[in-house]
């Protein structure tokens, strides 16, 4: 089959609709779970199924699509989406954060501050913040209707009374505009500050069928209690490549004996920052040319 | 005075059987009140239809609210009726695991009404905590462990504090020591009885348990075929019983 | 204090043929206070069931009984058991208490639940129990265990904690020794004297000779037997 056999962004112009519904109506309740005909995506559940059906309902033609995984555009699942997308919409791709005007994502806030104008697509596994503690879909509806949020606390308080801190370090529920409590996906907390933002953020389940929506500039409050307040906390070491201090990293093993670096989760953040001459511990490296 | 609750014609039909008749009392602050009868009695509908659990088909559920008074908490608007299940109302089951949430931890759990109602402060939620675990005779050092690892007398005794942990005025309890050994029991009942004196709850107690009812309630209704044969003080229904249902019921207990 | 007037009762034996046995017609009393009157009669004339009836235990069938202001007959639940916390007290033959509570706490229960304080309530439970002789070892275990006389000697004590304005004796003084029985008649004595009135069962003659002040018999109540 052709490329040209495939409706732009492989989706039907009738489901797009659909979507964009679902859309906006999540764009006028900020964080308030939309329901929507989820479809059966070329991929399996869990690779983003829900983020690319969003992503292809707000596609144009003109559009310049980045997509990361836990930060990095290289790794199998961002490669094949972006793909997918330059094959059934034809469209720019780009791994520049700055150039995106549509950057689908999976587990991570780019560090690079968003602009007006952009939309991030967040890929999400469980839309729903209280399912941890209350597995009846009905009851947990009734209670985002109601209000009836204390719920979400016993689960920090859960974490303080084991781990003598809050321990959620993913997923960290949030507040959003005052009114829902809504589960951010899969993203570290040290990206919740970042929630706050000047871009539109879209959340798509593909299999769990719900699309939820952060309009720019939301207020976005972490959960916490007043003697825990919330902490955006990160490794505390210096990025290896970049020597950025304040970027969320990730924790790479490097050879047999336990010897590890720290690298920024965004590539786009690091290379960048190498481009313009930012140098880490093992920046100067042969390692580190391998790994870049 | 007004009464704490006045239960007003509450009928409840299952299709062609009927679940309760044309129930109707009135329970007044501090006033604990037994329902018995058999299984099948009614007197579950009963207590379901006036927890809010079931919808009756007929009759009034008036309760006396401490910010607007007297409520027809049948025609109450669902956040108040639910509003009201968190904080003046409690309800204890037969079953400590329909009332607790076996995932998390027995701080978490008296700890949760404290939260649903906006407490947030992790310190003085979690003294509440233990101060009440200890009133319900759980030792401090239990708080962080799951109910799963507490035996079932345990487990009901920390139902009971999760329960109260908001000074609730009216608690409905469903066969409260059904389940337990019998040295078990005793001891709740015990602790049930001080609790309500100390705390001027009232409460309905649903048993089938007269021993249960003759410790623990002030008064009694008897309740047979979805119908109230007989109320009245609970030891002048137990010693002098009316009805032919109820003398029945009384002399089939067996002795000890 | 205590004033009956034309009360009558019957039991209906549904399960057993709808039988009924009347027990009692045209029962009259009147108790003052500081006055001490004793029911007598053959066992089975209806001593006790118009105990059980002044307290509320047993339904009147007809009649009116009044202690204080309620008239028990006719009262609301809510209203006899106001009463019983706070104006008419009973002093049964035997103990009926929830497993494991201690007896301390049994004896000092009436005073908080007229409303007492916890240390005016203990206070009086250890001076009653010190009275009747109840070893102080004792007072913290639950009294379930302890001997029958042991057991009506807390009941007593129990049953005295309060001030009550009105008392009912069922055989106050049964199974205690002498001495018991002396600090028993005492304690009658003494309630008589602020005024409390007072109707008891004492087979003991002697015991009835020293605290009562008259006696009623009731076989004058007993009906015609129709079963």
């Known amino acids: 089959m052709t490329e040209t056999a495939y409706n732009f962004a492989y989706l039907d112009e009738q489901t797009k609709r659909m979507i964009r519904r679902a859309i906006l109506k999540g764009v006028a309740i900020p964080g308030y779970q939309v329901p929507f005909a989820s479809r059966e995506m070329p991929m399996p559940y869990g690779w983003g199924t829900g983020g690319v059906q969003v992503t292809a309902a707000c596609l144009t033609p003109a559009d310049t699509l980045k997509v990361i995984d836990q930060g990095a555009d290289d790794t199998t699942n961002a490669v094949s989406i972006r793909k997918f997308f330059q094959r059934t919409a034809q469209v720019a791709v780009t791994e520049h954060t700055a150039e995106a005007s549509v950057i689908q994502t999976r587990h991570r806030i780019p560090e690079a501050p968003l602009t007006e104008g952009q939309i991030l697509v967040y890929q999400v596994p469980i839309p729903e913040p209280l399912r941890f503690l209350e597995p009846r879909e009905t009851e947990t509806r009734k209670m985002h209707a109601l209000e009836e949020y204390g719920l979400m606390h016993v689960k920090l308080y859960e974490d303080i009374a084991h781990n003598g801190e809050i321990s959620t370090a993913y997923a960290y529920p949030v507040k959003v505009e005052g009114r829902y409590v809504m589960d951010p996906s899969p993203i570290p907390k040290f990206d919740n500050p970042r929630l706050e933002s000047a871009a539109i953020q879209l959340f798509g389940a593909g299999r769990e069928q719900r699309i939820y929506a952060i309009p720019p500039y939301t207020q976005v409050v972490s959960l916490d209690f007043e003697d825990y307040p919330f902490e955006a906390s990160k490794a505390d070491h210096p990025c290896d490549l970049c020597g950025c201090g304040t970027s969320y990293l990730d924790e790479v093993i490097v050879d047999d004996d336990g010897g590890r670096m720290f690298v920024c989760s965004d590539t786009d953040f690091c290379a960048t920052r190498r481009a313009e001459g930012h140098r880490g511990r093992l920046a100067g490296e042969d390692l580190a040319e391998e790994l870049a | 005075m007004t009464p704490l609750l006045q239960v007003k014609g509450v009928t409840k039909r299952y299709g062609a059987r009927l679940g309760c008749g044309d129930v109707s009392f009135d329970l007044w602050p501090g006033e604990v009140m037994g329902i018995v009868g058999e299984s099948g009695s009614g007197k579950s509908t009963l207590l379901s239809c006036l927890a809010g659990h079931l919808a009756p088909d007929e009759g009034q559920v008036i309760f006396d609210t401490r910010a607007e008074g007297p409520q027809d908490v049948l025609t109450m608007s669902e956040p108040a009726r639910r509003m009201l299940g968190r904080t003046d109302w409690a309800f204890v089951h037969q079953n400590p695991r329909d009332g607790l949430r076996m995932g998390v931890s027995a701080g978490a759990n008296v700890g949760e009404r404290l939260m649903a109602v906006g407490a947030r402060h992790y310190g003085q939620i979690r003294e509440q905590a233990v101060d009440w675990l200890g009133r319900v005779e759980i030792a401090p050092d239990r708080v962080d462990d799951r109910p799963r690892a507490f035996s079932g007398g345990m487990q009901q005794r920390l139902q009971i504090a999760r329960n109260l942990v908001t000074g609730p005025r009216l608690v409905f309890m469903d066969e409260p020591t059904g389940g337990l050994d019998v040295s078990v029991q005793a001891r709740l009942l015990d602790l049930l009885r001080g609790l309500v004196r100390e705390m001027g709850l009232s409460a309905i107690i649903v048993t089938h348990d007269l021993a249960v009812v003759r410790l623990l309630a002030d008064r009694l209704m008897v309740m047979k075929g979805g119908r109230v044969v007989e109320t009245g003080l609970t030891d002048q229904v137990l010693d002098d019983p009316q009805h032919g249902y109820t003398q029945l019921l009384v002399s089939s207990v067996l002795q000890v | ?227």
């Not at chain 3, 240390?119 to 002789?133: G, P, S, T």
């Not at chain 3, 004590?157 to 304005?165: E, N, Q, S, T």
């Not at chain 3, 009105?166 to 009658?188: C, F, H, K, Q």
Request: aromatic fraction near 4%; hydrophobic fraction near 45%; charge should be neutral.
């Open chain 3, 1 to 227: 204090m205590i004033e009956l007037s034309g009360v009558s009762k019957s039991f209906v034996l549904h399960n057993q043929g709808g039988a009924v046995i009347p027990v009692m017609a045209g029962a009259a009393l009147s108790v003052a206070p500081g006055e001490c009157v004793a029911l007598v009669g053959n066992s089975g004339a209806g001593k006790s069931t118009l105990m059980r009836m002044i307290y509320g235990n047993y339904l009147a069938g007809a009649g009116s009984i009044r202690v204080g202001e309620v008239d028990v007959a006719r009262a609301a639940p809510r209203d006899i058991l106001t009463m019983r916390r706070e104006v008419l007290g009973y002093v049964s033959q035997f103990l009926r208490v929830v497993p494991r509570v201690p007896t301390l706490d049994v004896v000092a229960e009436p005073v908080l639940a007229a409303g007492g304080t916890q240390e005016a309530a203990q206070a009086r439970a250890k001076e009653l129990l010190a009275r009747l002789n109840v070893p102080e070892r004792l007072w913290p275990l639950s009294p379930t265990t302890f001997s029958g006389g042991e057991q009506q000697r807390v009941n007593i004590a129990r049953g005295f904690a309060h001030l009550f304005p009105a008392m009912l004796l069922d055989e106050p003084t049964a199974s205690l020794d002498a001495t018991n029985r002396g600090v028993v008649l005492e304690l009658i004595l003494e309630a008589k004297a602020r005024g409390a009135a007072i109707v008891g069962i004492f087979h003991d003659a002697e015991a009835r000779a020293r605290v009562c002040d008259r006696e009623v018999d009731v076989s004058a109540f007993t009906p015609e037997r129709v079963a």
